[in-house]
């Protein structure tokens, strides 16, 4: 803590960016790219990431101006801050990238995944799963007499709990989306 007893490296809720860039602490960033969408261009920016051994958290792509033949890629990594700036310089550097954005430091932002989760349930379980689910706001979207299909929006750390709490009622299998964000207010 600094004096001002300001957690080092918080800079969501700062007009300053505290983030020490020498810092040894691993950080989680979600980044923002727009690309133009043709082919290759994915596998340019994950070659970048896995030639240079940067892991890949989560990652999704959308066509977001059919007009414009640009699309979205949203990737969310893990690094120091070293590695993270490092990322972001050789991202802007590939042909076919109009924009990166830093949507951890760059202010507030929102982030929602999309999970499906399928749940084998008789009796008791099968009651507490649909419980959870009410909870959680999941919605059913198959039911079996011995299974369940649940779909849950909302934040990776909810998707995670709310497998957590399925998985001893008979959790089977889980499909995620990947994270989509936006940063808040009315400029992009």
């Known amino acids: ?3 001002l007893k300001i957690k080092k490296g918080s ?22 790219i727009v690309v133009d ?5 994915l596998a340019r920016v994950i070659g970048l990431f896995s030639g240079r051994g940067y892991n890949i958290e989560s990652l999704t792509v959308a066509e977001v101006d059919h007009l ?5 890629i949203t990737i969310v990594t893990t690094g120091t801050p070293a590695v993270i700036e ?11 990238v109009h924009d990166v954005h830093d949507l951890t430091v760059e202010g507030p932002a929102v982030e929602r995944e999309l999970a499906l989760f399928k749940v084998e349930g008789a009796g008791d379980k099968r009651v507490e799963a ?3 689910a009410d909870i959680f706001r ?10 369940f299909v649940f779909e849950i929006t909302g934040t ?33």
Not at 156 to 181: D, H, W
Request: hydrophobic share 40%; glycine share 8%.
């Open 156 to 188: 990776t750390e909810k998707i995670s709990a709310f497998a957590e709490l399925m998985r001893p009622l008979g959790l089977i299998e889980v499909a995620r989306t990947g994270v989509a964000a936006l940063s808040r207010g009315a400029t992009g």
């Open 86 to 96: 490092q990322i972001k310089a050789q991202l802007g550097r590939i042909v076919p």
């Open 37 to 41: 969408n043709e082919a290759g261009v």
């Open 130 to 132: 649909l419980r959870l």
């Open 138 to 147: 999941a919605n059913v979207v198959d039911s079996t007499l011995d299974s």
């Open 11 to 32: 800079s969501r809720k700062s007009a300053y960016d505290l983030r020490d860039p020498n810092s040894d602490v691993i950080e989680r960033h979600t980044l923002a």
């Open 1 to 3: 803590m600094s004096a």
């Open 68 to 72: 414009g033949h640009l699309s979205r």
